[in-house]
């Protein structure tokens, strides 16, 4: 599984801007993955800043991408 290091630098280099851990865990919560919650995170349910539906998408791309890799 890729971390959000490598996520956050595959999204840079694919749109030439930035994205938070937050809309990455965000995404990956509505793709159906399993995330952990974050330690400083101020309400258990509530995510902070969520994904855009292009995000979401872009996060999906990057994963389907380093899945079918070995």
């Not at 030439?16 to 990455?24: D, E, L, M, V, Y």
């Not at 865990?25 to 292009?54: M, P, W």
């Amino acid at each position: 599984m890729l971390t959000y290091e490598k996520i956050q630098e595959e999204y840079r280099n694919r749109n030439n801007k930035s994205i938070s851990t937050c809309a990455i865990a965000d995404s990956k919560i509505r793709l159906g993955y399993e995330v952990n919650s974050s330690h400083n995170r101020k309400c258990e349910n509530e995510v902070q800043k969520k994904a855009t539906d292009f995000e979401v998408k872009e996060v999906s791309i990057i994963l389907s991408m380093h899945k079918a890799s070995p």
